[in-house]
Each structure stands twice: as C-alpha cells, then as structure tokens.
C-alpha cells in the first residue's frame, strides 16, 4: 500500500486527549478510509449520535431554556425540565466511555479516520512547501535522503495543533463550554492560520523548541488562539464574527463560511488596533467566484484586488503588505473529482503552502502535506481540557499544541468542499505564487482549481453578498446558511457549495 503509514514516533501524541489514560498509548494506526459509500450512512448516523451525545456534557443540570442557535437533527422542540437523577447516570456512563477512548476509537472507525497499515513508499513527501525524500537505506551516502524520515516527522510535530477542548467559559448567551461534537472546522481553520502566523514571524524553518524558555513569539501565537474572549482568535471571537454567516454555536459551519469568518474578524481587529500592533499583520484575501453569490466555474485571483486589500490593510501607507489568501472551493459533488487531483497534490509544493481545510464529510481536518495518494492532516477531534497560555507565560505548557502521532487520507476520499490557504510574505513572493498558480491551471486539462488574472472581466467589481444590520448592530448576510450538525453529512447541490 503506498503511502506513509501513521507512526507513533519517539514520544506520545503531544496533544493528550481525554480519551487517553495514563497506561494508555497513542493508536498506532494509519488513516485509509475505505471509498465506500455505505460508509457515509453509517458516519452520518454515528457523528449524529456522538455529537447529541457529547453536547449533553456541556448543558447545566438544571432546566434549561431551548437554544435557538443551536439546530439539531430531528429536533422540532427541546425538554422544559430535565430531571438530574435520571440523566446523571446516562451522563455518567458517556463519560466513562469517552475517558476510556472507546467513543473516540468509534469515531474514528466509523467515519473512516483510522485504519491499520505499513507502508514501505519511497517516494517523496511534500509538508507545506517542503520536499521530504523517503529511503528504505539507512546507509545510503545522501543526508537528505537517510535522514528525510526523521526531518519530516520534525516538521510534522512542529505545527501547531488546535483540538476540541471542555471547560472554558460559556460561549456568548449560550451554555456551551465545549465545542465538541460540532467544532472542527472552526479548530482546523485556527490551525491554518496559527501556521501563517507561524510562517510571518518565525519563518518556515522554524522548529517547536525542545528547552524552556519558549521564544516570545511562539508564546504569543499560542496565545492568540486561546479559548477566552480575550484571546483574539479564539472559537468565542470567531463565532461573534460569524453571526454574518449564521455561525452559532452547536451548529456545523463548512469552508466557505469559515474563510469570510476570518476576513470579518481580521478586519474587525484592525479597525480597534494601532496598525503596528496588528494581531494578524497581513492581508486577507477571500479568492471566490462571481459578485453575486461565489459560484460557478473557478474562482479567478484578481492581482488588483490582491493590491486593495494590501493597500487598504495598510491604511494607504504602503503598496503591499504581507497577504493571506484563503480559497474555498468544491470541487465534486461529494467526494473530490478525480481529475482536481493532480492539481491539489501539487499546491502542497508551492513554497506559499498553508495546505487545507477538509477531510471527511462532516469531520473536518487539517491537511498539510501528501505522498502518493495519501494526504497528512492534523485532527482536531481529540478532547483536551482548556489551556490557559498568557501572553508572556515562557514556560508555560505547550505540549496540548502539538502531535507527533502523523495520520493519513486517502487523496479520493476527500469531501468536495474544502479550502486552501496560501501565504506571500512579499509582493515577490505573490508574484512567485501567481507565476505557479498560473502554470497549474494551464497543466490542469481544463480543470483548475483557480485562475490568476491582472483585474476582473466583470462590468461591476467583485462584492460582498448584501449585507443588513441585525439589532445588535453585527452585518448579518441574509443570503448565506449553515448545516446543524445532524445534516453535515447530508447530501446537496453542487451549485449551494457556499454553505456546506
């Protein structure tokens, strides 16, 4: 079987979960999901029910009033009174399946996550722009080839990893102190864009330090992504943003949505900032379709847009700044069309990589590199307590941020609607970007992912969906929906992409 098997390597997973016991070990399994489709039946059935389940943790004891936000499969009207002694040994007993790792173990089987398997590939694997070259031959003379294994699994463990976590404070109105069950895409995003940060102020070669004291930088990052109102980009933050996307708490959110969440609460930040003290000191660029509603055909990047949003991040100080550029795409009906493959496998070697929002239907993940036809990700679905990292905390505790358990997809089995991330750090390294983006869509037989122009062929300028202000004076976007948990593995329309 091609492509390289998830390994346990020298430590435990980092990022310890609940799941996990003190004797317990990380599963040393690697993800091949089986392409068939009775597989979506029972995954939907499944994350409907560890979802339900899990969601009762994070509601109080006592009586509770309905949460409007919060839409639910099969779900036409909620529980006036909930009565504690009867409930608390079903809650009991859902906890001690979830400690012991048998729910989590399910939900890997089931949705197809896990799978045992070897693999003795020798060919190379690209991580975010960077080429790792497999031997079998530990004597071979060629450092870079007998050491690619090792300098991979570095850099693999050296991405900042983001996971469900239970206990923080209540989101907004809500009663939510957890974002199980129904949080990953929202963790998988944090992922993408903690690695721009990474990228921007540490650099690309930069590797998770082994030593206390940590570097500012690396803290601070971490920090931002904290699950408190005070931290920048936590879930509480992005789902304030959100509203404009009807973005709740409880409810499943797809990639289109999450990428105009984060140019919502970029420039919201920016708006309340001093413009060197910027959280996120770039650019955000959403490459979509047409002006009227993002569908139909392949995006197009427009350099002139590409310009205004530098310009305009800037506050007309400078001509370009740094630019993150987010592609939401769907690229099949439900499981990725063969023939985007070829293309999606090589933005994993454009050096501008930040990789991929995705995975299965309703479980998102983090894909960050590929080999073969398998894809890397990182899963935001272990159960980790809150973590607390202050601002300037250098020995603080990081070790629930990072994994050096390496886990694998299948290239076929993605779901269809994902999204890419790509970084330039420079107008350079945009123009390097285009220059690659432009040569894959001509290598691409007539289907790319996206195209590269100089302004838009459009009689109007791209805009935003019309926007109408609620009463708490949020933009909200009347055009756009979400899909509540139970129906994340639903099917629907290729053309209604934007709210998958």
Same mark, same amino acid.
């Given at each position: ?10 430590? %435990?997973? $980092?990022?310890? *979960?609940?799941?996990?016991? @003190?004797?317990? #070990?990380?599963?040393?399994?690697? &993800?091949?999901?089986? /392409? ?5 039946? %029972?995954? $939907?059935?499944? *994350?409907?029910?560890?979802? @339900?389940?899990? #969601?009762?943790?994070?509601?109080? &004891?006592?009586?509770? /009033? ?435």
């Amino acid at each position: 079987m091609k492509g390289f098997c998830e390994r346990a390597v020298a430590s %435990k997973c $980092s990022s310890k *979960s609940l799941t996990d016991t @003190s004797n317990s #070990s990380p599963l040393p399994v690697c &993800s091949d999901p089986e /392409p068939s489709d009775s597989k979506f039946t %029972k995954a $939907s059935v499944w *994350s409907n029910f560890v979802s @339900s389940a899990l #969601s009762i943790f994070e509601t109080h &004891s006592e009586a509770l /009033p309905c949460e409007n936000k919060a839409v639910l499969s099969g779900s036409s009207a909620c529980e006036k009174k909930v009565a504690p002694a009867k409930q608390n040994g079903w809650t009991a007993a859902v906890r001690k399946a979830v400690a012991s790792g048998s729910m989590r173990r399910h939900y890997e089987r089931v949705l197809g996550l896990s799978r045992p398997g070897i693999s003795s590939s020798t060919s190379d694997i690209w991580l975010l722009g960077v080429c790792y070259k497999m031997s079998l031959d530990e004597s071979s003379g060629d450092a870079d080839t007998s050491d690619g294994l090792a300098r991979f699994e570095q850099d693999f463990s050296s991405r900042i990893l983001a996971t469900y976590r239970k206990g923080f404070n209540a989101i907004g109105e809500s009663k939510y102190t957890s974002d199980v069950g129904w949080g990953c895409m929202l963790r998988s995003s944090q992922m993408l864009v903690a690695q721009a940060l990474v990228f921007h102020r540490l650099g690309r070669s930069w590797r998770k330090p082994l030593q206390k004291p940590f570097n500012q930088e690396y803290i601070e990052i971490l920090h931002f992504f904290g699950d408190s109102e005070a931290s920048p980009f936590s879930i509480h933050n992005l789902l304030l943003a959100g509203k404009a996307y009807n973005l709740a708490a409880g409810s499943w959110v797809g990639p289109y949505a999450m990428c105009r969440t984060w140019e919502t609460l970029a420039r919201c930040k920016r708006e309340s900032t001093n413009l060197e003290d910027q959280q996120l000191p770039m650019a955000i660029y959403v490459v979509s379709g047409d002006e009227d509603g993002e569908r139909g055909g392949a995006p197009v990047l427009c350099i002139e847009d590409a310009s205004r949003h530098c310009f305009e991040f800037s506050r007309g100080q400078v001509d370009w700044t740094p630019i993150l550029l987010l592609v939401p795409l769907v690229l099949g009906l439900e499981k990725v069309n063969p023939r985007y493959i070829p293309s999606l496998r090589a933005t994993f070697m454009f050096p501008q990589s930040l990789g991929i929002v995705g995975g299965k239907q309703g479980a998102s993940t983090y894909i960050i590199g590929v080999q073969d036809e398998k894809a890397f990700f990182l899963d935001p679905h272990d159960v980790q307590p809150v973590a607390s990292i202050g601002r300037n905390d250098l020995e603080a505790d990081t070790s629930s941020y990072h994994c050096n358990i390496i886990r694998h997809i299948s290239l076929d089995s993605i779901d269809s609607s994902l999204a890419f991330g790509f970084y330039c750090r420079d107008k350079d390294d945009f123009d390097d970007f285009c220059l690659r983006a432009s040569k894959l869509a001509d290598e691409s037989n007539g289907a790319p992912l996206f195209t590269v122009a100089q302004k838009h062929n459009l009689s109007k300028p791209v805009s935003h969906p019309e926007m109408s202000v609620d009463t708490d004076g949020v933009q909200k976007d009347e055009s756009f929906g979400l899909e509540s948990i139970g129906d994340a593995e639903g099917h629907s329309h290729e053309d209604e992409w934007q709210l998958l």
